[in-house]
């Protein structure tokens, strides 16, 4: 396995093509507005390397024997599927963010039992090929960006009837060697903190779209690849002299990019699908399966930390005897472990694959994200409660730092007697960070839309809880008899 400075040095060898606000960026790894989500990532690298984390956050490869960081895992029972929850939990915890390795994971498991199924029915190759690529990922402890999301352009037209062609990504030549593939991928997490991308198609796909169901691996740095890196809210904060304090989260960060694929040649060994578009669909549903689970552990641990926080400042505050504040805090916390429920209970509920991995109870992981939808933001709203209404009118850290203005600021911002000023701006802005910063991305609007928009999961929930089966509970119960119908 890689330390966490062999993955940050690993990355600086890449020559990746990536662009923030209008500029080309020579040396992404040490970019400040980077740089924290570059930390995020490493993370899963530092933690792996500690005892006390071992059993949490490394498994033993199935394909080579040898131990290996959880994030490049293939699942082989429940306890895995439950200690991948935990592994993410712990993650959120200790960065407050999005740590961005998740997408990989997710990817492997899905790619690996969608391919086997694919050879079935097709007599292709493709599962020992990724089998074979995913030894490389494993030996070498990869970050691999699972890359789903196209642009989509207009959704109530399917891919090959877009007026730009280029609106989901698709394979324009097919040679001896290789294909070769147009379009882009977007909103892709820890794209720039990758070695590879991982693709898959976005949507389930029928026969005039098979150009679209496309499946493939491919280095970060390959030629034709661009990657534009996303804005965020209070972004720039990390570009000033006092980004410390006004960050609120200083250190740890996470990202999503525009990803451009124009006219890249993907070799055949690193083609997974190629056309089999009666398969996209069953490919979208297991990765976006495992990774609607996945937020059952990031988004709770990043919660812990909200609830801590806000259980600081209404210390800080000197309201933290208040009966409503304690009510609101145990509110917090009980929606925050019911998210944790859900990731937890569609991982025991998990099943074997056909290829012999394990997935995740498709019904109970959609129901984990539905809530995720909505949990997060109630929790938020708690937290600003709690925080007062301070956490979005303080001056900054260069005021508190300032010698004509410093001392009011210390004076007047102080909450109780024994808590220093400057730890009590802290802690509000760790809050606007959370719900409102840079950090709002992966805690707010990811928690909607990331691992797919409310309405995709109610379509899985429709589809996978057999309203068939409850009407016939309901019939015995009530003793219909159908024949009295006319
Ligand atoms: Fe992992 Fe959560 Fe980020 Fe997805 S949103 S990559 S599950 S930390
Ligand atoms: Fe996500």
Known sequence: ??????????????????YYMGEKIENPVDHPM??????????????????????????????????????????????DLVNKVKMQRLCGQKTSACFQRCVGMDAFNAIYSTTFEIDQKYGTEYHKRFVEYLKYVQDNDLTIDGAMTDPKGDRSLSPSKQADPDM????????????????????????????????MPTQAM?????????????????????????????????????????LGNSTFGGHEALVIFDNV???????????????????????????????????????DVLIGAAAL??????????????????????????LYACGIACSAEGCKTAAGNYQIDLLLANVCKQNVTRLPYEIARLAEDIAGGLMVTMPSEADLRSKEVGHYVEKYLRGV??????????????????????????????????????QAQRIMISRQCDMESKKQLAKTIAHIDESQNK
């Open 206 to 246: 029928k026969e005039e779209d098979k150009a679209y169901a496309v499946s493939f691996a491919v280095p970060t740095d390959a030629e034709g690849i661009t990657m534009i890196y996303g804005r965020q809210s209070c972004d720039t904060r990390k570009l000033e002299e006092y980004h410390d304090m006004d």
């Open 34 to 79: 980077i740089r924290p989500s570059l930390n995020s990532v490493a993370m899963t690298y530092e933690l792996a390397e500690k005892p006390e984390y071992q059993e949490v956050m490394t498994a033993i490869s199935n394909l080579t024997g040898k131990r290996i960081n959880r994030f490049c895992h293939l699942h082989q029972s429940t306890e």
């Open 168 to 199: 989901y990504l698709h394979i324009v030549e097919i040679r001896p060697d290789g294909i070769v593939v147009r379009g882009a991928k977007a909103h892709q997490t820890g794209a720039v903190n990758s070695h590879e991308h991982l693709i």
């Open 1 to 18: 396995m890689m330390t966490k400075d062999q993955y940050i040095e690993s990355l600086r060898k890449l020559k990746m093509n990536v």
């Open 265 to 303: 040649f993907i070799p055949n060994d690193r083609v997974f699908m190629c056309q089999e578009y009666d398969f996209a669909g069953m490919l979208v549903e297991r990765f976006s399966g495992y990774h609607r689970q996945s937020y059952g552990g990031c988004k709770v641990g990043v919660g």
């Open 417 to 454: 007697a024994n808590v220093s000023t400057e730890n009590r701006m802290r802690i509000l802005r760790l809050i606007e960070n959370l719900t409102l910063g840079t950090a709002a991305v992966g805690y707010r609007t990811e928690s909607m839309h990331g691992a797919g928009s409310p």
């Open 313 to 338: 400042a209404a210390e800080y505050n000197g309201a933290a005897k208040a009966s409503h504040i304690k009510d609101k805090l145990i509110e917090m916390n009980h929606l925050n472990e019911t």
